[in-house]
């Protein structure tokens, strides 16, 4: 495929280090804000007015009626036919209480509160706005020029041009076969919170739990949030919703949201443990870097993720987009030779009031021989302190070992969650006020009650297919 990359300018060290939130920026057809959501940047033709005169067609289905919930089971199950070739009338309720926009309760809020509306005000109150995951895809593949840094180790390396690093090649989805259910120890998105119990928690069976207590377990505004722009980034209940995009594309369930498996080997394995570790997650969504030549793909992980402005990258998401890239690749049966580019897409904590300011794209290139390098700040119980660790391996193997020894019996899991107090994991008063407990905390105190009262939380309320 020849080059058609126009030369870049040369990028600075300075650029990324002062990088802030941009808007959207030049070299894609910037789509505008959806006049009836607001905060959505529609990338596509749509059915309003707005749209019809910019582009003189329309979708019948857009964001919005996806907003206002207007499908219905029938559209959700020709999405579950042309995915699965069958129609699983349980996997139809699933899909369609997954994709409906509900009413809630909301720690903090009184009565019920809309998803969607938790969206609205969030990205009002914050000033930010987003599209979807094939307007991503676009951009990645216009001429807009982003920096991408290497990953290895902390610092960062050799910051190059995106456009001068595609030199040619093209952003594509990735499909990803389905996969079989079975049985892991870790969840990858466990990394992000240095404290165990935080990691154990992303294990447990909320909807289980609370048959069994009868306080209300309620999530986090947040994390509601969070879940919604996924939603209406990645997911639709319709089959033909990209259709006017591109006929050739895959359906967007084939390569978003799509369940992987990482296998990390145990090589030091101690008397009861596995051969390997097993890893479990969803990645946001997966996209291959090409020129047609597979010897030369590079697999990437894009991941929809808020946090705090700043230049250095939370190691944790880059841990988790390569862990989600090797399990893609793995899913595949594949090995991309020429690495991974992790792809995160940031809303940030502050914006202002009323603005509309397009998230930050961040991209690391990790080479197979780096996907070690990445360092996290590990909590060790039994040195009562943090220690810099690395090695996907010995990652995963401590945590295994550290979530064996908490749960082992009630003395551990309480002294482990006393220890994670006195370092102040629960409460970071470095993060805006609303982010500063703990969002577990309520789940925290109620598992520790029950272990309290001699509860094996491990049997009761791990997932299905956690083991440990
Ligand atoms: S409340 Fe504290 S101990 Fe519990 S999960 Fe959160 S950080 Fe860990």
Redesign the pocket.
């Given at each position: 495929m020849a080059s058609t990359v126009r030369s870049a300018p040369k990028p600075r060290l300075e650029d990324y280090l002062l990088q802030t939130a941009s808007r959207i920026p030049p070299g894609v057809t910037s789509p505008d804000c959806c006049p009836t959501l607001g905060f959505w940047r529609c990338g596509w033709k749509r059915k309003c007015e707005l749209s019809k005169k910019q582009t003189g067609k329309k979708l019948e289905k857009c964001a919005v009626d996806f907003a206002n919930n207007n499908f219905t089971r029938e559209d959700v199950a020709k999405v579950i036919e042309a995915r699965d070739g069958s129609i699983n009338l349980r996997t139809l309720d699933e899909l369609y209480q997954q994709l409906i926009f509900k009413k809630i309760r909301v720690q903090g809020y009184n009565g019920l509160v809309g998803e969607l509306e938790l969206v609205k005000e969030d990205c009002h109150k914050q000033g930010y706005s987003f599209g979807s995951v094939e307007l991503d895809r676009q951009i990645l593949n216009s001429s807009t020029d982003e920096l991408i840094y290497e990953i290895a180790g902390r610092k960062i390396h050799n910051v190059r041009s995106w456009l001068g690093f595609k030199n040619g090649k093209f952003v594509f989805p990735l499909p990803l076969p389905k996969q079989e259910p079975r049985e892991y120890h870790l969840r990858a998105s466990g990394f992000t919170?240095t404290?165990?119990?935080?990691r154990i928690?992303g294990k447990i069976d909320r909807d289980a739990l609370q048959k069994d207590i009868i306080e209300e377990i309620m999530p986090n505004k947040y994390s509601v949030i969070g879940t919604t722009r996924h939603k209406l980034a990645n997911q639709r209940p319709w089959v033909d919703y990209l259709r006017e995009t591109s006929d050739r594309l895959p359906k967007i369930w084939d390569y978003c949201e799509n369940e992987i498996f990482c296998e990390i080997k145990n090589t030091d394995r101690k008397k009861g443990e596995p051969d390997e570790i097993v890893l479990s997650g969803h990645g946001d969504a997966s996209f291959v870097l090409t020129d047609g030549n597979p010897d030369r793909d590079i697999i990437i992980n894009t991941d929809y993720k808020r946090g705090k402005r700043g230049a250095y990258e939370k190691p944790a998401y880059i841990l988790r987009g390569i862990i989600y890239a090797l399990g893609a690749a793995n899913a595949l049966g594949r090995e991309f030779k020429k690495g991974i580019v992790v792809h995160l897409v940031k809303r940030f904590f502050h914006g202002e009031e009323g603005d509309r300011i397009f998230p930050k794209y961040y991209l690391g290139y990790a080479s197979p021989e780096n996907y070690d390098s990445v360092t996290l700040d590990e909590f060790d119980a039994a040195k009562k302190r943090i220690v810099q660790a690395s090695g996907l391996e010995n990652l995963a193997v401590s945590t295994y070992r550290m979530e064996k020894i908490i749960l082992e019996n009630k003395e551990n899991f309480l002294a482990?969650?006393d220890l994670?107090?006195q370092q102040k994991?629960?409460f970071d008063a470095d993060m805006p006020e609303e982010f500063r407990?703990?969002?577990?905390?309520d789940?925290?105190?109620i598992l520790?009650q029950l272990v309290l009262k001699g509860v094996d939380i491990e049997k009761r309320y791990f997932l299905p297919g956690v083991v440990i």
């Open positions: 919170n404290c165990h119990l935080a928690i482990y969650k994670a107090q994991f629960c407990e703990c969002f577990n905390s789940l925290c105190r520790a």
